[in-house]
């Protein structure tokens, strides 16, 4: 068995907070959505990024 890392430690004990498992849950979800992105950008060749958007001369 893999030894624990302080993170597995951390989130063991912070998931039995409910509101804290809410918001992990939810940040999962979003960092998901997010990896999904870039490929779809280059698919539809639409390369910009809303964070920071290209700028035009």
Request: proline share 11%; net charge positive; no cysteine.
């Amino acid at each position: 068995m893999k030894p624990k890392t302080n993170i597995d430690v951390y989130l063991k004990d912070q998931s039995k907070d409910a509101g804290f498992a809410i918001r992990f849950k939810k940040a999962a979800k979003a960092w998901d959505a997010a990896i999904h992105l870039p490929p779809f950008r280059r698919r539809e060749k639409n390369p910009v990024n809303p964070v920071h958007p290209v700028k035009k001369n």
